[in-house]
Nanobody
């Protein structure tokens, strides 16, 4: 089993910054890669950023140059540093773990954390 708990969301004005955290527990050594997704009001869930076991990262076009995904292996935590926030970034942000071919279940999700950016 893998458990993910997000934290760090809140209310921030446009142009501000927030850092989201995703703490992993359970069989953390089975995690192949992590990602952040978000779902805004009335919108479908969309992919934001990914990081694999080797530390390689990838970003959605909408957040390139503003967001940074990283991980601290010693703390079993994945981060999403969000800078130059815009009202369009308002969403519930979810942490994802991809176990690939480890065990019967591939994907695990956290409960989500709300990010609200005021104009």
């Amino acid at each position: 089993q893998v458990q993910l708990v997000e934290s760090g969301g809140g209310l921030v004005q446009a142009g501000g910054s927030l850092r989201l955290s995703c703490a992993a527990s359970g069989n953390i050594f089975a995690i192949n890669a992590n990602a952040w997704y978000r779902q805004g009001p009335g919108k479908q869930r969309e992919w934001v950023a990914s990081i694999n076991g080797g530390g390689m990262t990838n970003y959605a076009d909408s957040v390139k140059g503003r967001f940074i995904i990283s991980k601290d292996n010693a703390k079993n935590t994945v981060y999403l540093q969000m800078n130059s926030l815009e009202p369009e970034d308002t969403a519930v942000y979810y942490c994802n773990a991809d176990l690939l071919d480890w065990g019967p279940q591939r994907y695990y999700w956290g409960q989500g954390t709300q990010v609200t950016v005021s104009s």
